[in-house]
């Protein structure tokens, strides 16, 4: 078993010390009812802050913003920033500690308790338990999502028993069938949808899409056929995946909650990798954080 493999395996036991030894603080420092937040990552870090400022929006606890800290975004009068980096190191979001005006809360979710973004920051929420070895990333963010939804009032007790019997069950897929991943979403578990697509291009360097679910048929459909599979995480409007059917593509429609659906896509990446002779363990090109000189 792969050092990723063992990692996804770990959530359920993870998501259970989170929310035995976390949940406290992150209500503290995730709901902040009545402020003006903006949330702030990288790559994963990106899909976290638009599924976590979705799920802050749904909630009616304030106005939230989600951004790429690598990419130009407008001040709005924030009254805290949230700054995701599993690392801790990563200089985009680093850099963005220099341009917060002063009196700005800043909050940053890390696994690594002496970093620089957990050493400048006001509060940090510290998940070091859920940090992990691989380069690619799947326990950390689910982790953070689950105590997100905490903080953000819904009940996720049954989360970490509904994953363990998910992630011990058969997966379910023929790798081999298929060369073509999309992963469709809508409101916050887009992001989940973005993330899960990066998996397979991170893990097993294949062809890999993330759509809003509703907007995959306005053209990104063209290109489905029987090497394609669709997993939808979340609700699945009839008629859409009807139309999908009839492309010839494996539609995969959500049984559970979609974070669990998260961490059973983080399978099917390990496996597509493992069937085309790849190391998800070292992803090509990439490295545990973007240290910019």
């Not at 819904?154 to 970490?160: F, K, N, R």
Request: include cysteine; charged fraction near 25%.
């Amino acid at each position: 078993m792969t050092l990723t493999s063992r990692e996804i395996a770990s959530q359920p036991e993870i998501w259970r010390t989170a929310l035995e030894t976390r949940a406290e603080q992150a209500d503290a420092l995730l709901a902040l009812p009545g402020s003006r937040v903006l949330v702030l990552g990288c790559g994963t870090s990106a899909f976290l802050a638009e599924s976590y400022a979705a799920l802050r929006e749904r909630a009616g606890l304030g106005m939230t913003d989600a951004a790429y800290a690598s990419e130009p975004w407008t001040w709005r009068d924030y009254d805290a920033v949230v700054l995701l980096s599993r690392s801790g190191t990563t200089t985009e979001v680093i850099d963005v500690l220099d341009i917060i005006p002063e009196g700005v809360r800043t909050i940053a979710v890390t696994g690594v308790a002496d970093s620089p973004l957990a050493e400048r920051s006001d509060d940090v929420l510290l998940l070091d338990f859920a940090d992990e070895k691989s380069v690619v990333q799947t326990r950390f963010p689910t982790t953070f999502l689950l105590l997100a939804r905490h903080a953000l009032g819904e009940d996720v007790s049954g989360l970490p028993a509904e994953a363990e019997a998910r992630l011990t069950a058969p997966l379910g897929i023929d790798t081999a069938a298929l060369s073509h991943f999309v992963y469709l979403g809508s409101g916050w578990t887009y992001g989940l949808a973005q993330e899960a697509a990066l998996k397979i291009r991170e893990a097993a360097q294949a062809w890999s899409e993330s759509y809003p679910a509703l907007d995959y048929r306005h053209g990104p459909l063209a290109v489905a056929d029987e090497r394609s599979i669709v997993w939808i995480l979340g609700p699945a409007e009839p008629s859409l995946v009807a139309d999908i059917e009839r492309t010839g593509a494996l539609v995969r429609t959500s049984t559970g909650d979609p974070l669990v659906e998260l961490a059973d896509a983080q399978r099917l990446a390990v496996a597509i990798a493992e069937q085309r002779g790849l190391d998800p363990d070292n992803p090509r090109h990439l490295t545990r954080s973007i240290v910019l000189g």
